[in-house]
Nanobody, 129 residues
Framework: QVQLVESGGGLVQAGGSLRVSCAAS????????MGWFRQAPGKEREFVAG????????YYADSVEDRFTISRDNAKNTVYLQMSSLKPEDTAVYHC??????????????????????WGQGTQVTVSS
């Protein structure tokens, strides 16, 4: 079983930056995809960014393209989401998740939450205006 723990959330002013981390423990899968999702109050969970752990291929939601960067450190079993030029509409609970052994699937499939097998509890990111 895989355990995912997010950290690094907090309060930041609009235009600022923040980095959230996701540490994985337990069994890991080299051909997996790690994704970041977010959920704001009253809204559905939405895909933010994803990274394939073996190839480093990345994919972003249009709303965060050019502002957010996802990266991984396989030696530390950790995935990061660097967020810049933050906007109040980025306020949400950010969750990381792993889609085990699904690196071969196309990104339009991997934006779906149902593709992910294990989830972290989430970390709150609040952007003030």
């Amino acid at each position: 079983q895989v355990q995912l723990v997010e950290s690094g959330g907090g309060l930041v002013q609009a235009g600022g930056s923040l980095r959230v981390s996701c540490a994985a423990s337990g069994r890991t899968f080299s051909r997996s995809v790690m994704g970041w999702f977010r959920q704001a109050p009253g809204k559905e969970r939405e895909f933010v960014a994803g990274i394939a752990l073996s190839t480093g291929s990345t994919y972003y939601a249009d709303s965060v393209e050019d502002r957010f960067t996802i990266s991984r450190d396989n030696a530390k079993n950790t995935v990061y989401l660097q967020m810049s030029s933050l906007k109040p509409e980025d306020t949400a609970v950010y969750h990381c998740a792993v889609a085990r052994d699904k690196e071969y699937r196309p990104w339009f499939i991997l934006t779906r939450a149902a593709e992910y097998d294990n989830w972290g509890q989430g970390t709150q990111v609040t952007v003030s205006s």
